[in-house]
């Protein structure tokens, strides 16, 4: 991997919240975070169905869904059903469905390197084909490590003029 701009001249200054990867991992962090998107993303909708299906204490999936309200990820959706009181669902927001790359490049990386006694397995429910996650390039170029270049302009060390305004 190639660094330019500013990231290249930053010596041993961290990038901090300027980094999209550690502001990222501010929402998703946690283990808990992770298997209650990992829920939404099989269906859960319900507080119940992500305590139990995830297998976190009701403290803990609160905790979790609060945050990831907050973040954007999810979203509460209020429901009834009839003769109980009023109660919310969570759904994947556009910003939790672009999770999904992450969430599945990490369940494939499981399978290829360290893999349970019955993976799972993606395809594509059109198909039928398996799904895969890989870098390509805008023009369909498969990429390595080795092809990208990382660009920043952010100061890293340097004088910010954003923090000082």
């Not at 092809?147 to 100061?155: H, I, L, S």
Request: aromatic share 6%.
């Amino acid at each position: 991997m190639k660094l330019e701009g500013a990231l290249a001249l930053r010596d041993d200054q961290p990038v901090g919240s300027y980094c999209p990867i550690e502001r990222t991992l501010t929402v998703v962090s946690t283990r808990s975070a992770m298997l209650v998107l990992r829920e939404a993303f099989y269906g859960a909708s319900r507080f119940e169905e992500f305590a139990a299906r995830a297998d976190l204490t009701d403290a803990t999936t609160s905790a979790r869904l609060r945050d990831l309200v907050r973040a954007g990820v999810l979203e509460k959706r209020p429901y009834q059903e009839p003769g109980q009181r009023r109660r919310h669902e969570y759904a994947l927001t556009p910003a939790g469905e672009d999770l999904m790359p992450a969430l599945f490049a990490l369940l494939q990386w499981a399978n290829r390197h360290d893999p349970p006694p019955y993976p799972p397995q993606l395809t594509h429910d059109g198909c039928g084909r398996p799904v895969t996650i890989e870098a390509r390039c805008d023009a369909g170029h498969h990429v390595t490590s080795d092809d990208v270049t990382v660009t920043a302009a952010g100061p890293f060390g340097l004088d910010d003029p954003v923090a000082s305004t």
